[in-house]
């Protein structure tokens, strides 16, 4: 099951981990939208640690004003759904 | 942005590395030598060229490279990676470029070794901040109506650029097409 429908508005968590992520810093707090599920993947931040649980992936597409405050151009990304939030 | 990688920090680090695994007893220098021996001898960008140049003259195969980039590549005989292969289309509106922020993740198989760049900070941070500035320092001045879209290879995708094929390419041998396709052309940081 996943939680995030294609089209969503989602928005990247702000958390910082204390050790390895794939959630990189300049989209954290950005709201994107879901533009594909990618399938599911062993979460990268427990695969460190031994531990393999697999969870969607998302491409989320984040607008260039909304990361950088200026810009036309897009971004997208693969982000895990734990590193996900709905917007409300 | 210089193809020597002796010269770069990274190759530094790379070595230590290395020679701490040999230290400990988990890998030889002729063994690491031999994983890369094997990856290179069939890693080459001239892989991902005949991808374009057939998807460019069969729209059957365009659409299948489209929908599955993994598919598409085991259909050529081609080398699959554990990684799921996104193939993004180019078209006379909007440009594709690649980038792996976090690291330095391409498919290597289907575009050789990466060059020293793409693993640089300042392409990994620049590229998804001002890519438009970034493409002009390639000599990649595109129109001001091109929407320019960044994608990020931070998790299990890795992409692979389809160009915008040549005027006239209906007319082309697939050989010939092939050869006009380059490995920038595939990141997305030349015309094709």
């Known amino acids: 099951m996943t939680r995030f429908a294609v089209g969503a508005r989602v928005r990247a968590r702000?958390?910082?981990?204390?050790?390895?992520?794939?959630?990189?810093?300049?989209v954290r707090g950005h709201a994107g939208e879901v533009l594909a599920v990618r399938g599911t993947w062993p979460l990268p931040d427990l695969v460190v640690r031994g531990i393999s649980?697999?969870?969607?992936?998302?491409?989320?597409?984040?607008?260039?004003?909304?990361?950088?405050?200026?810009?036309t151009h897009s971004v997208t990304l693969d982000l895990w759904e734990s590193y996900l939030e709905e917007i409300a | 942005m210089t193809g020597d990688h002796g010269?770069?920090?990274?190759?530094?680090?790379?070595?230590?590395?290395?020679?701490?695994?040999?230290?400990?007893g988990l890998a030889t220098d002729a063994e690491l030598d031999g994983v890369l021996t094997q990856v290179f001898a069939s890693a080459s960008p001239s892989n991902g060229a005949r991808m374009v140049a057939r998807a460019w003259t069969?729209?059957?195969?365009?659409?299948?490279?489209?929908?599955?980039?993994?598919?598409?590549?085991?259909?050529?005989?081609?080398?699959?990676?554990?990684?799921?292969?996104?193939v993004v289309e180019n078209t006379p509106d909007v440009?594709?470029?690649?980038?792996?922020?976090?690291?330095?993740?391409?498919?290597t198989a289907l575009l050789g070794p990466s060059p020293s760049w793409y693993k640089s900070?300042?392409?990994?941070?620049?590229?998804?901040?001002?890519?438009?500035a970034v493409l002009a320092e390639f000599g990649l001045e595109l129109p001001g109506g091109t929407e320019i879209q960044v994608w990020d290879a931070n998790s299990e995708t890795r992409y692979l650029v389809l160009?915008?094929?040549?005027?006239?390419?209906?007319?082309?041998d697939e050989d010939t097409l092939a050869s006009l396709v380059t490995r920038d052309g595939l990141?997305?940081?030349a015309i094709r």
């Not at chain 2, 010269?7 to 400990?24: H, K, N, S």
């Not at chain 2, 440009?95 to 498919?107: A, R, W």
């Open chain 1, 14 to 26: 702000t958390a910082d981990p204390d050790g390895h992520t794939r959630l990189p810093r300049y």
């Open chain 1, 53 to 71: 649980r697999a969870e969607p992936v998302y491409a989320v597409r984040f607008g260039a004003a909304e990361l950088w405050g200026s810009g």
């Open chain 2, 58 to 86: 069969d729209p059957g195969y365009r659409s299948r490279l489209l929908a599955d980039g993994n598919a598409a590549t085991a259909e050529l005989g081609l080398p699959v990676g554990h990684y799921r292969l996104t």
């Open chain 2, 163 to 172: 160009p915008v094929p040549p005027e006239g390419a209906g007319d082309i």
């Open chain 2, 7 to 24: 010269e770069l920090p990274v190759a530094a680090r790379v070595r230590r590395l290395e020679e701490r695994l040999i230290a400990a």
């Open chain 2, 121 to 132: 900070f300042a392409y990994r941070s620049r590229a998804v901040r001002e890519p438009r």
């Open chain 2, 187 to 189: 990141i997305g940081t």
């Open chain 2, 95 to 107: 440009h594709n470029m690649i980038v792996c922020t976090l690291c330095s993740c391409y498919p």
